[in-house]
């Protein structure tokens, strides 16, 4: 009997609504849906203001996307309040907004497949979801509430949204539990309806059946239209990232992280600009991630400019953009000030940690670019570019000094040994910064000593414009860039190593859009296969070091990848004083001198450096080891006169691995 029970089991869909009822619902929710789908193409509107539109069509990459981070929110999973409640709130949202599809699809299908087993593990299943959903909105509404993180986005809306959203939750499990209630569904069925038959048994016990089909119905019509209410506000809250974040995340441009969007001259030619001076200047991609941001404040607790006083928040510049765009455009260097746009490092600190994957520094970038055509830079980084352009590097040096670092190490150009394997790209810092030079010295040293058939370039090496390219000089960087990749194109490279990650970015990553193709190398990677393959011993450490520990540079760890080799390298893995720090590998932070940031005055008080120096003494580490020329200087800066580091040394992974060699 109960077999038969269980395969006809089911329920009146509009138990207890009248049919006019019901035609008023109908019209109810399709106006409410017609005026939201009127909003979203007001969006929509606004997004194809912008230029070319710059969307990914790659159906392979948008699946691959959604998948990681859309529908496993790879950038949200993380042991935090905030990870914890959008979990709760998404997964339950996405299995009712499913469950109510299904329900409307069994009444108005051709097909009334609503009963029997499978209906019994649909009401499981919403209700275990929606408990979810109530439970991830009571937690939003206490992080708002009492919690209150700095840099979580927050306006009255957001109370509106998340009322309306947990009692919709609410009033579907009421309206569950007076429909058991009045109906007197059987209690081995009722059991199915988990929450709405606790609800029953607890609160509704003697409410007369007359009593509990009133309220049912006044509880129905509370709960849809608070239904019609959240579709006709949809588009205007912060949940319009439901929809535009999975959009933004398929179709964003393809790109390494590492690479800037080139700029070809016809375009220029065309629009009379080098950058980005009017919102509609943006590409119709750019213009549609300002509305996939939902302020959840990931970027701007990840960026150094912020952390260090700067006037700079990657969350703010994004939003002040997207309402300018509500307010139909205009100049966007009257919303966002040049100081905030020089601030930037360019580390993509923002671009990792943003779940809906908004390209923040394109964006910067963009206008860094027309502040660069409209002549509003000046200073040692104004100066730096005329250097670059005038003697092909950024300190205004000779071309003909590029190999005073190598006085006396016999090292081989590629007029003296054209048939190498290796080009060494010794990079600008290492080339004509003092102590910068003693890591292309080491790197050298280890190379010659590992057996590693190698050249060096000479006066030949010029900068490869990433300095240029980060500031806003695009057609400076270009110059650089075709003038680089027709010397190594003369010169038959195949393969390059480079201290430097910048350069080792650039070469890897930029080229490429100019014909460049390339092996390239970090110098940590080279001297970690080294080490494996027993060409270069790293098991004596060297007593004077003390306790190490390890700042990661942004363009190796975080966005090329390369986290490991330099470990190897220091011997971290097996060395029992080795200290990580907390923030590490993808997930480090900045030295203060990417984007240009090099040539910039600051106040000592609002020196990155600074603040990481500080998680360097933190750890009890002696020694500072790091593996980039930009970060060694500005680490030792950073060290100079923070307390407790005054004995702690800063040094390049090749110079720790050197003088392991001597021992």
């Known amino acids: 009997m109960i077999a038969l029970d269980v395969q006809t089991t089911t329920?009146?869909?509009?138990?207890?609504?009248?049919?006019?009822?019901?035609?008023?619902?109908?019209?109810?929710?399709?106006?409410?849906?017609?005026?939201?789908?009127?909003?979203?193409?007001?969006?929509?509107?606004?997004?194809?203001?912008?230029?070319?539109?710059?969307?990914?069509?790659?159906?392979?990459?948008?699946?691959?996307?959604?998948?990681?981070?859309?529908?496993?929110?790879?950038?949200?999973?993380?042991?935090?309040?905030?990870?914890?409640?959008?979990?709760?709130?998404?997964?339950?949202?996405?299995?009712?907004?499913?469950?109510?599809?299904?329900?409307?699809?069994?009444?108005?299908?051709?097909?009334?497949?609503?009963?029997?087993?499978?209906?019994?593990?649909?009401?499981?299943?919403?209700?275990?979801?929606?408990?979810?959903?109530?439970?991830?909105?009571?937690?939003?509404?206490?992080?708002?509430?009492?919690?209150?993180?700095?840099?979580?986005?927050?306006?009255?809306?957001?109370?509106?949204?998340?009322?309306?959203?947990?009692?919709?939750?609410?009033?579907?499990?009421?309206?569950?539990?007076l429909r058991i209630h009045f109906t007197q569904v059987q209690p081995w069925l009722a059991h199915w309806s988990v929450?709405?038959?606790?609800?029953?048994?607890?609160?509704?016990r003697g409410l007369g059946l007359k009593t509990a089909q009133n309220l049912h119905l006044a509880s129905w019509w509370v709960h849809a239209i608070l239904v019609g209410a959240f579709f006709v506000t949809f588009p205007v809250n912060r949940f319009l990232h439901t929809l535009t974040g999975p959009l933004n995340i398929a179709t964003r441009p393809k790109r390494p992280m590492g690479a800037l969007a080139p700029l070809t001259m016809a375009e220029v030619e065309e629009s009379g600009r080098t950058g980005v001076a009017e919102l509609r200047n943006f590409t119709q991609s750019q213009l549609l991630s300002l509305d996939a941001c939902m302020e959840c404040g990931r970027c701007e607790d990840a960026c150094p400019a912020f952390a260090s006083g700067k006037p700079l928040s990657p969350k703010a510049v994004v939003v002040d953009l997207r309402d300018l765009m509500s307010l139909g455009g205009g100049n966007v260097h009257e919303t966002i000030r040049d100081e905030t746009l020089w601030a930037c490092t360019m580390c993509q600190a923002c671009v990792q940690e943003c779940p809906v994957l908004i390209g923040h520094v394109d964006l910067i970038s963009d206008m860094r670019r027309d502040l660069i055509g409209e002549g509003r830079l000046s200073g040692p980084p104004a100066k730096a570019l005329q250097q670059i352009g005038n003697q092909a590097n950024p300190y205004g040096r000779s071309n003909t000094d590029r190999l005073a670092w190598a006085e006396g190490l016999d090292v081989p150009t590629v007029e003296s040994n054209p048939d190498f394997e290796y080009l060494l790209w010794v990079g600008c810092a290492a080339s004509f910064d003092s102590r910068a030079q003693k890591i292309a010295r080491a790197t050298a040293q280890l190379l010659q000593q590992a057996g590693v058939n190698f050249a060096v370039l000479g006066r030949e090496e010029t900068c490869t414009g990433d300095p240029a390219r980060r500031i806003g000089d695009e057609f400076l960087f270009q110059e650089r860039a075709q003038t680089n990749i027709e010397t190594l194109g003369r010169r038959k490279v195949k393969k390059i190593v480079t201290p430097c990650p910048h350069c080792h970015n650039t070469i890897k990553n930029e080229y490429p859009q100019f014909g460049g193709q390339y092996e390239v190398q970090h110098h940590s990677a080279l001297l970690a296969e080294l080490i494996a393959a027993g060409r270069l011993p790293n098991e004596s450490k060297n007593d004077d070091e003390g306790p190490i520990t390890l700042h990661d540079p942004c363009y190796l760890a975080r966005v090329n990848g390369e986290t490991e080799a330099s470990r190897q390298v220091i011997g971290a893995a097996h060395d029992p004083e080795y200290r990580e720090m907390p923030r590490c590998g993808k997930k480090t932070f900045c030295c203060g001198a990417g984007g240009g940031r090099m040539w910039f005055d600051e106040a000592p008080e609002q020196r990155v450096s600074k603040l990481r120096a500080t998680e360097a003494v933190a750890t009890g580490a002696k020694t500072l080891a790091t593996a980039c020329p930009f970060c060694l200087n500005m680490m030792t800066d950073g060290v100079a006169g923070t307390p407790g580091a005054e004995e702690m040394k800063v040094m390049d992974i090749s110079e720790l691995l050197l003088s392991r060699q001597a021992k």
């Open 195 to 204: 929450i709405g038959w606790a609800i029953d048994v607890t609160f509704l």
């Open 11 to 177: 329920r009146q869909v509009f138990v207890n609504i009248a049919p006019w009822m019901r035609i008023v619902f109908f019209i109810m929710i399709t106006a409410s849906m017609l005026v939201m789908a009127w909003q979203l193409e007001k969006r929509r509107r606004l997004w194809r203001t912008g230029e070319r539109p710059g969307f990914t069509r790659d159906w392979r990459v948008w699946l691959q996307r959604l998948t990681v981070y859309a529908l496993a929110q790879k950038r949200v999973h993380k042991k935090s309040l905030g990870a914890l409640l959008h979990l709760l709130l998404s997964s339950g949202f996405i299995v009712l907004a499913i469950g109510t599809t299904l329900l409307a699809i069994a009444y108005d299908g051709p097909y009334y497949f609503h009963h029997g087993w499978y209906y019994l593990i649909y009401e499981v299943t919403l209700d275990i979801f929606g408990v979810a959903f109530c439970l991830g909105c009571l937690l939003a509404l206490y992080r708002r509430a009492w919690s209150k993180p700095p840099s979580l986005g927050h306006n009255w809306r957001d109370w509106w949204l998340l009322s309306c959203l947990l009692a919709i939750g609410l009033t579907g499990f009421l309206v569950e539990a």
